[in-house]
């Protein structure tokens, strides 16, 4: 990749931050929540790494949200994620023997999600939007603990994911109590390597409080 390149993927990605502080910062937001709970992440290799055999792994997710009043039940939602994820993986390396492991990573996300209340007091919710996630770290360990491969070198530090969700608030007073199911898909390839391709999809499971302004 040349220089010009890099420096239009940089400005991507800045341009996107921006847009988001600036967004936030402009337009009042009408409830501010925090979030916590567990991701379940799995990779989906292509037939060119057919060797591998990916399966869930579990991993921690937390952050904040913010949402802006739209029209009545319609809002829209940011939030600001850690997360852990990856897949647990056994490579086949000669007929009836392979090598288990696990890959893991950390990113932070920030998914952006149009969100339809099916009442204004108690109820459930559905949300569809979005996802931009920065990945900060990525490795393959082996169960021994002592083998530990950084594959950041070898990943993408940015990729475009879409997330849908379905919800349940439960308020009192000026607070709620939030219970969401979220399913994310990673769309494009998050390695560098042509020659292979993976993508990721997760299952997290969120309890949050949210405060009403």
Same mark, same amino acid.
């Given at each position: @990749?040349?220089?010009? #390149?890099?420096?239009?993927? @940089?400005? $991507?990605k800045?341009?996107? *931050? ?5 967004? &936030? $910062? ?7 929540? #925090?979030?916590?709970? @567990? ?5 989906? =290799?292509?037939?060119? &790494?057919? +060797?591998?055999? +990916?399966?869930?792994?579990t991993?921690? $997710?937390?952050g904040?949200?913010?949402a802006?009043?739209? *029209? ?16 647990? &993986?056994?490579?086949?390396? #000669? ?28 109820t459930?919710?559905? #949300?569809?939007?979005?996802?931009? *996630? ?5 490795? =393959? ?12 070198d070898?990943?993408?530090? =940015?990729?475009? &994911?879409?997330?849908? @969700? ?12 939030? *219970?969401?199911i ?6 494009n ?10 993508r +990721?999809? +997760?299952?997290?499971l ?8």
């Amino acid at each position: @990749m040349d220089h010009y #390149a890099i420096l239009r993927n @940089m400005y $991507r990605k800045l341009s996107v *931050v921006l847009f988001l502080f600036i967004f &936030a $910062r402009t337009i009042q937001a009408g409830e501010v929540k #925090a979030l916590v709970g @567990m991701n379940s992440s799995k990779y989906l =290799f292509t037939a060119a &790494a057919s +060797s591998l055999n +990916s399966q869930q792994k579990t991993g921690v $997710r937390f952050g904040l949200g913010w949402a802006f009043n739209l *029209v009545p039940k319609i809002k829209l939602e940011l939030n600001a994620l850690y997360s852990q994820g990856g897949a647990k &993986a056994s490579i086949a390396f #000669a007929p009836n023997q392979s090598l288990s492991g696990f890959y893991r990573n950390t990113s932070l996300a920030l998914p952006i999600f149009l969100k339809y209340q099916f009442k204004t007091k108690a109820t459930p919710y559905i #949300a569809l939007g979005p996802e931009f *996630v920065f990945l900060l770290s990525h490795h =393959f360990l082996l169960p021994d603990g002592e083998n530990d491969y950084n594959l950041s070198d070898s990943t993408k530090k =940015f990729i475009l &994911a879409v997330t849908a @969700m379905l919800g349940y608030e439960l308020p009192f007073g000026e607070w709620s109590l939030t *219970v969401e199911i979220r399913y994310s898909r990673w769309l494009n390839n998050f390695l560098i390597d042509p020659e292979t391709e993976a993508r +990721s999809e +997760s299952f997290a499971l969120l309890l949050g409080g949210a405060y009403h302004l």
